[in-house]
């Protein structure tokens, strides 16, 4: 049985614990660019399986960088200043 192959499982690829830092930025970048189509286009077995390999592959990127640098207005207080959700008051309907 090859790194290609694993009988009996969903599994496509090598094992994410085996590719080098370079292979597995490529696979995620890959896995990225294709969700789309397989989300709108693939069979429920396709997008299973992609579920599955993009899940193995961004556990092991975060595995490997678990202090990744974080944008601020990529978390929820990043957010809300940005549309400013903080101080809006929420006005009832009809009022």
Same mark, same amino acid.
């Given at each position: 049985?090859?790194?290609?192959?694993?009988? %009996?499982?969903?599994?496509? %690829?090598?094992?994410?614990?085996?590719?080098?830092?370079?292979? &597995?930025?490529?696979?995620?970048e890959?896995?990225?660019?294709?969700?789309?189509?397989?989300? &709108?286009?693939?069979?429920?077995?396709?997008?299973?399986?992609?579920?599955?390999?993009?899940?193995?592959?961004?556990?092991?990127? &975060?595995?490997?960088?678990?202090?990744?640098?974080?944008?601020?207005?990529?978390?929820?207080? %990043?957010?809300?200043?940005?549309?400013?959700?903080e101080?809006?008051?929420?006005?009832?309907? %009809?009022?």
């Amino acid at each position: 049985m090859n790194a290609h192959d694993e009988r %009996g499982t969903t599994m496509t %690829g090598v094992e994410p614990s085996h590719l080098d830092d370079q292979q &597995l930025m490529k696979e995620l970048e890959t896995i990225h660019r294709t969700r789309h189509d397989t989300l &709108l286009y693939g069979s429920n077995d396709a997008l299973r399986t992609h579920n599955d390999r993009m899940a193995q592959l961004e556990g092991e990127y &975060l595995r490997r960088n678990p202090r990744r640098p974080v944008a601020p207005g990529r978390t929820r207080e %990043g957010a809300r200043e940005r549309t400013g959700a903080e101080t809006a008051t929420p006005t009832t309907p %009809g009022t």
